[in-house]
Protein backbone atom coordinates (compact mmCIF):
# COMPACT_ATOMS: atom_id res chain seq x y z
CA UNK A 1 0.00 0.00 0.00
CA UNK A 2 1.13 3.49 -0.84
CA UNK A 3 1.41 6.35 1.90
CA UNK A 4 2.32 9.52 1.50
CA UNK A 5 2.55 11.63 5.23
CA UNK A 6 3.30 15.23 4.86
CA UNK A 7 4.21 17.28 8.10
CA UNK A 8 6.12 20.05 9.24
CA UNK A 9 3.82 22.67 8.25
CA UNK A 10 2.70 25.59 10.93
CA UNK A 11 1.86 29.43 11.36
CA UNK A 12 4.86 31.66 10.80
CA UNK A 13 4.87 35.16 10.26
CA UNK A 14 5.97 36.99 6.79
CA UNK A 15 9.66 36.41 6.14
CA UNK A 16 9.75 33.10 8.04
CA UNK A 17 10.81 29.57 7.55
CA UNK A 18 9.66 26.09 7.53
CA UNK A 19 10.71 22.89 6.00
CA UNK A 20 8.07 20.41 5.09
CA UNK A 21 8.72 16.80 5.15
CA UNK A 22 6.94 14.16 3.18
CA UNK A 23 7.24 10.68 4.33
CA UNK A 24 6.45 7.62 1.52
CA UNK A 25 6.14 3.97 1.88
CA UNK A 26 4.90 1.54 -0.58
CA UNK A 27 7.15 2.31 -4.16
CA UNK A 28 10.41 2.20 -4.63
CA UNK A 29 11.16 5.77 -3.93
CA UNK A 30 14.26 7.06 -5.59
CA UNK A 31 12.93 5.92 -8.93
CA UNK A 32 10.56 8.46 -8.99
CA UNK A 33 10.71 11.80 -9.84
CA UNK A 34 8.69 13.73 -7.02
CA UNK A 35 6.80 17.06 -6.37
CA UNK A 36 4.93 19.29 -4.13
CA UNK A 37 1.86 20.71 -5.06
CA UNK A 38 -0.91 23.15 -2.68
CA UNK A 39 -4.11 24.38 -2.73
CA UNK A 40 -4.80 27.70 -1.27
CA UNK A 41 -8.03 28.28 0.33
CA UNK A 42 -11.13 28.38 -2.42
CA UNK A 43 -8.29 27.92 -4.91
CA UNK A 44 -7.72 24.42 -7.30
CA UNK A 45 -4.04 22.49 -7.03
CA UNK A 46 -1.21 24.62 -7.91
CA UNK A 47 2.33 23.20 -8.81
CA UNK A 48 5.31 24.17 -6.68
CA UNK A 49 8.03 22.00 -7.60
CA UNK A 50 9.70 18.99 -8.76
CA UNK A 51 12.79 17.02 -7.84
CA UNK A 52 14.66 14.01 -10.13
CA UNK A 53 14.31 10.43 -8.69
CA UNK A 54 18.26 11.09 -8.44
CA UNK A 55 17.65 14.81 -6.75
CA UNK A 56 19.86 16.03 -9.86
CA UNK A 57 17.46 18.28 -11.37
CA UNK A 58 14.82 20.37 -10.28
CA UNK A 59 11.96 22.58 -11.11
CA UNK A 60 10.30 25.48 -9.23
CA UNK A 61 7.29 27.60 -10.36
CA UNK A 62 8.09 31.22 -10.41
CA UNK A 63 6.13 32.44 -7.79
CA UNK A 64 8.56 30.36 -5.05
CA UNK A 65 11.78 30.49 -7.17
CA UNK A 66 14.47 31.43 -5.55
CA UNK A 67 12.90 31.03 -1.96
CA UNK A 68 11.75 26.92 -1.57
CA UNK A 69 14.23 24.29 -2.18
CA UNK A 70 13.48 20.82 -3.11
CA UNK A 71 15.22 17.87 -1.87
CA UNK A 72 15.18 14.34 -1.10
CA UNK A 73 16.77 11.63 0.66
CA UNK A 74 17.00 8.16 -1.28
CA UNK A 75 17.92 5.87 1.91
CA UNK A 76 15.10 7.59 4.21
CA UNK A 77 12.63 7.62 1.45
CA UNK A 78 11.62 10.97 2.06
CA UNK A 79 10.86 14.56 0.30
CA UNK A 80 11.65 17.92 2.02
CA UNK A 81 10.49 21.29 0.38
CA UNK A 82 12.28 24.06 2.86
CA UNK A 83 10.83 27.14 2.11
CA UNK A 84 11.96 30.84 3.42
CA UNK A 85 11.02 34.09 2.94
CA UNK A 86 7.56 32.75 3.04
CA UNK A 87 4.58 35.52 1.93
CA UNK A 88 0.98 35.31 2.87
CA UNK A 89 0.09 34.07 -0.70
CA UNK A 90 2.26 31.03 0.63
CA UNK A 91 -1.00 30.49 2.78
CA UNK A 92 -2.31 26.31 1.15
CA UNK A 93 -2.18 22.70 2.08
CA UNK A 94 0.82 21.60 0.86
CA UNK A 95 0.88 17.80 -0.52
CA UNK A 96 3.62 15.38 -2.04
CA UNK A 97 1.45 13.52 -4.69
CA UNK A 98 2.09 9.80 -6.19
CA UNK A 99 -0.12 9.64 -9.12
CA UNK A 100 -3.60 10.32 -8.05
CA UNK A 101 -2.34 9.27 -4.64
CA UNK A 102 -2.49 11.79 -1.61
CA UNK A 103 -1.71 11.83 1.74
CA UNK A 104 -3.42 14.14 3.65
CA UNK A 105 -1.10 16.88 3.72
CA UNK A 106 0.23 19.59 5.74
CA UNK A 107 -0.80 23.18 6.64
CA UNK A 108 1.11 25.96 5.66
CA UNK A 109 -0.29 29.39 7.27
CA UNK A 110 1.61 33.23 6.88
CA UNK A 111 -0.13 35.48 8.10
CA UNK A 112 1.36 38.46 11.64
Not at 77 to 102: H, W
Request: charged content about 15%; proline content about 4%; some cysteine.
Amino acid sequence: EIQLVESGGGLVQPGGSLRLSCTTSGFTFSNYAMTWVRQAPGKGLEWVSTITGGGDHTEYANSVKGRFTISRDNAKSTLYLQMNNLKPEDTAVYYCPFGVIRGQGTQVTVSS
